[in-house]
């Protein structure tokens, strides 16, 4: 695709409730990244995929978060019983290669509410 | 663990006037990105820097790399309402798998 989709733009949950936060990288791209960015804070690093492997999940901040990619494309983020803290915007962002020169090409987010 | 930090949080100028952030990594870093992000938008890639003292221009934007590699600035010259947004330095430790580690950012209003 042109740039890097996901889905839905917005997501109200009630406290307790299960959501899945969907990516669709750039297609092509081999590393996927999650980050989570409170308002008026910076990105924060949550998860990192190279194609299928799931390299690094040091950022999610607990066994609440799960994120695949199984087919090495379209990424998943699910939260489970969702909590008022975990509201933020969730981003997504793809590169090229593996390198650590590579530049990243961000999504729009999710924004997640939760009530 | 690695942290970025970015300095100053908000920044308040009018038209014309210079802006600049400055960003301090806790540790060496392999490089550093800079990235704008609009109000309501996503973050969007400027520029890379990968060696010591590295300096590059984009028209008004200059970027600096420390000597240390352990420190980042972004000045921008005579600015303009286009320049509104938050910038946000990213570095990259050397010893990372790959993920970048955000600093918090320099919220940039410009008044005309």
């Known amino acids: 695709g042109a740039g890097v989709s996901q889905s839905p733009r917005y997501k109200v949950a009630k406290r307790g409730q299960d959501v899945a936060l969907r990516c669709d990288p750039i297609?092509?791209?081999?590393?996927l990244f999650w980050y989570q960015q409170a308002l008026g804070q910076g990105p924060e690093f949550l998860t990192y995929?190279?194609?299928?492997?799931?390299?690094?999940k040091s950022g999610l901040p607990s066994d609440r978060f799960f994120a695949e990619r199984p087919e090495g494309s379209v990424s998943t983020l699910k939260i489970q019983r969702t909590q008022q803290e975990d509201s933020a915007v969730y981003l997504c962002?793809?590169?090229?290669?593996?390198?650590?020169?590579?530049?990243?090409?961000f999504g729009s987010g999710t924004q997640l509410s939760v009530l | 663990g690695q942290q970025v930090m970015q300095i100053p949080q908000y920044q308040h100028v009018q038209e014309g006037e210079d802006f600049t952030t400055y960003c301090n990594s806790s540790?060496?870093?392999?490089?550093i990105q800079w990235y704008k992000q609009r109000p309501g938008g996503h973050p969007v890639f400027l520029i890379q820097?990968?060696?010591?003292?590295e300096v590059k221009k984009q028209k008004r934007l200059t970027f600096q790399f420390g000597e240390a590699k352990k420190n980042s600035s972004l000045h921008i010259t005579a600015t303009q309402t286009t320049d509104v947004g938050t910038y946000f330095c990213?570095?990259?430790?050397?010893?990372?798998?790959?993920?970048?580690?955000f600093g918090k950012g320099t919220k940039l209003s410009v008044k005309p």
């Open positions: 820097l990968v060696k010591s003292g």
């Open positions: 962002a793809s590169s090229r290669g593996t390198g650590s020169n590579e530049k990243l090409f």
């Open positions: 540790t060496t870093l392999s490089n």
């Open positions: 990213a570095g990259k430790d050397g010893g990372s798998q790959g993920n970048l580690i």
């Open positions: 995929f190279q194609n299928e492997a799931q390299l690094d």
């Open positions: 297609s092509g791209h081999v590393s």
